[in-house]
């Protein structure tokens, strides 16, 4: 049974940075059939698609979040992580990571129960 | 980018009913659409994937059907389990993948 989990602080200062853990059970972030992604949803709000890696160490990113955001992977650790910079009050939201798949119509066939941010001082 | 729209941003229904949500891309793309259900506190589930293919372990009250621009999620006969959040998403333009802005379906 594929599970994910996110793990982090659950409070960050403005300005800081962000940073989150994605630890898989029941799946191998090794798999070439799968990209690792991470996905947002601010109070009250829809969901952000953020980006995602490949076990290759290849991302793809959202253009309104490039600038600030690096992913990485770790396959010993089975996990994959994001880190955010120079956060502000905007980047307040549940984060979820997911599991991407290509050959179910590039679709997100399982989720983490997401961990929510806030950032404040 | 891709936008998508649903409708409506809420539903009030009863156990029982059958309900349609209804999501429309800003431009075809295909039958690349996906459906989720989101609960508070719960990791969020795939319904449907490809417009109409069922998710394994999704009960067969729910179905999608559409292509092109326009798509709908069914819910044949309403559960209590089944009152929660329903978003779509597009697969069409990748890797920038958007969602809809949700429909919350709530207890009538």
């Known amino acids: 049974q594929v599970q994910l989990q996110e793990s982090g602080p659950g409070l960050v200062k403005p300005s800081q940075t962000l940073s989150l853990t994605c630890t898989v059970s029941?799946?191998?972030?090794?798999?070439?059939?799968?990209?690792w992604s991470w996905i947002r949803q601010p109070p009250g709000k829809g969901l952000e698609w953020i980006g995602y890696?490949?076990?290759?160490?290849?991302?793809s990113t959202n253009p309104s979040l490039k600038s600030r955001l690096t992913l990485s992977v770790d396959t010993f650790k089975n996990q994959f992580s994001l880190m955010l910079t120079s956060v502000t009050a905007a980047d307040t939201a549940v984060y979820y990571c997911a599991r991407l798949g290509r050959q179910h119509g590039y679709s997100f066939d399982y989720w983490g129960q997401g961990t929510l941010v806030t950032v404040s001082s | 980018d891709i936008q998508m729209t649903q409708s409506p941003s809420s539903l009030s229904a009863s156990v029982g009913d059958r309900v349609s949500i209804t999501c429309r891309a800003s431009q075809s793309i295909s039958s690349y659409l996906n459906w989720y259900q989101l609960k508070p506190g719960k990791a969020p589930k795939l319904l449907i994937y490809a417009a109409s293919n069922l998710q394994s372990g999704v009960p067969s009250r729910f179905s999608g059907s559409g292509s092109g621009t326009d798509f709908t999620l069914t819910i044949s006969s309403l559960q209590p389990e089944d009152f929660a959040t329903y978003y779509c998403q597009q697969s069409y333009s990748t890797p920038l993948y958007t969602f809809g802005q949700g429909t919350k379906l709530e207890i009538k």
């Open positions: 890696i490949y076990y290759s160490g290849s991302t």
């Open positions: 029941g799946a191998s972030v090794s798999s070439d059939d799968y990209y």
